[in-house]
């Protein structure tokens, strides 16, 4: 392959920000449901558990769905596997809206938009080897991961908005009799639409790759994923990879989901842990976009790794025994900072130590062990606490998980880049 035929197109924007549109109502789509409980319950007159259940369902799927979506991606490439999820999400995102208040019909349709999720979340690494130059790499899945971020708070900011808007009501009620008068319909059209419109774009403007590769590398023969599930998991540095997803990711979704009653015993109340979350959140933004700068500019990721997890340590052992509203908020930021920092960097190293294994089987079985430890760790410490119900208990043990970590991380090897 000669240097003419190299060439980096900026249309690669476009793509990602497609990407980024459907990812974005993806996850808006999931934490809906959780912030509005009440008013959901009241919809489809049924319990919280209920209500849980069209949230918890993402991470259930996830797991068996991710192989499916990842032998998918490498198979077909990036716009057939991600489009598959986009396509899912947008048909279903809206049926749930004309499904009314019939919660099994609900159930249904969440259960169609989750099956969509790994198709579009294991192919972020896909689109940044198929249209970004190896020194964007990073940058570009950091983009796609924090798009993921941005969904989440969205959803849980906008959707108590949006059921306020009891003026839109009786618009729907007209148009389609069969919806009762109640104000979780908005929300549930307004998030239908957004789906279905990031899926027509995504399908009608997104294309597979550029006309010519942005990389020496892009043509480099891959392994198929049963093969390279081998290879991935008698890849000693793999494994490292994948207990930092399973520790970090089901730290970061413990925490985020116990945050009301973990700051409560300390007296604060549930907009303080809204307000701390939201920092949490924040603070793993600005750490996507920061590590994801520097590993592409010096090609490093071992280092960073380190950092991101000793961040995540220092963060966890603070807050671990914080009373002050200063402290919480500080390390609240610098533990979201830590630990979804470390997922692009830890994804484009996953898919330059595992060569030639797809990037969508070293993607997916990342992200898929994050979504186990997350059931595992939410299920697992529930009522880890003290007698006063503290969850100090719980959160120092993550304390001494994250230190493991970070000694396993020490192990990391930087490849060489020659």
């Known amino acids: 392959m000669t240097e003419k035929e190299i060439k980096v197109y900026g249309t690669r924007w476009v793509v990602l920000l497609l990407f980024a549109f459907a990812n974005i109502t993806m996850q808006m789509l999931w934490i809906s449901y959780g912030a509005i409980t009440i008013e959901s319950t009241t919809y489809y007159n049924v319990g919280e558990f209920e209500i849980l259940i069209l949230s918890l369902m993402f991470m ?25 999820g986009v396509i899912l999400a947008g048909i279903f995102g809206f049926l749930r809206f004309i499904a009314g208040p019939n919660y099994f019909f609900a159930l249904i349709c969440q259960t169609g938009i989750a099956i969509g999720q790994p198709f579009l979340l294991n192919s ?35 959707s108590p908005f949006l059921i306020s808007c009891s003026e839109l009501i009786p618009f729907f009620t007209e148009f389609i ?126 280092l960073l790794i380190i950092i991101s997890v000793a961040l995540t340590t220092i963060s966890l052992s603070v807050i671990s025994f914080a009373a002050s509203s200063l402290l919480l908020y500080l390390f609240g930021f610098l533990l979201g900072f830590g630990i979804l920092s470390a997922g692009p960097v830890a994804l484009e190293y996953a898919v330059e130590i595992t060569s030639p294994v797809p990037e ?51 192990f990391l090897k930087e490849k060489d880049k020659s």
């Open 124 to 158: 972020i690494t896909k689109l940044s080897a198929n249209w970004f130059p190896e020194e964007e790499r990073t940058l570009a899945t950091g983009l796609g991961l924090i798009s993921q971020f941005i969904g989440i708070a969205l959803g849980v900011f906008i």
């Open 360 to 410: 969508a089987t070293s993607n997916g079985v990342l992200m898929m062990i994050g979504q186990v430890g997350g059931i595992l760790f939410i299920l697992g410490l529930v009522g880890f606490t003290t007698p006063e119900g503290d969850y100090f208990p719980a959160l120092l043990l993550l304390t001494f998980l994250a230190l493991v970590l970070l000694i396993f991380s020490l």
């Open 60 to 84: 259930v799927v996830y797991i068996p769905v991710s192989f499916i979506a990842s032998w998918s991606i490498d198979k077909y490439d990036f716009r057939i596997g991600a489009g598959i």
């Open 177 to 302: 009799p069969s919806l009762i008068e109640c104000n979780i319909t908005p929300m549930l059209f307004t998030y239908g639409i957004l789906s279905l419109a990031s899926g027509i774009l995504f399908v009608v403007f997104v294309k597979e790759q550029p006309p010519t590769p942005s990389s020496e590398k892009i043509s480099e023969e891959k392994v198929f994923m049963f093969e390279g599930l081998k290879k991935l998991f008698t890849n000693k540095y793999f494994l490292i990879l994948f207990i930092l997803f399973f520790i970090g990711l089901g730290t970061f979704n413990m925490i985020t989901t116990y945050i009301e009653l973990i700051v409560a015993p300390r007296g604060y109340s549930a907009s303080d842990a809204g307000n701390i979350g939201a920092v949490m959140l924040f603070g793993g933004i600005i750490g996507c976009l920061v590590m994801s700068t520097i590993s592409d500019k010096y090609q490093k990721r071992k």
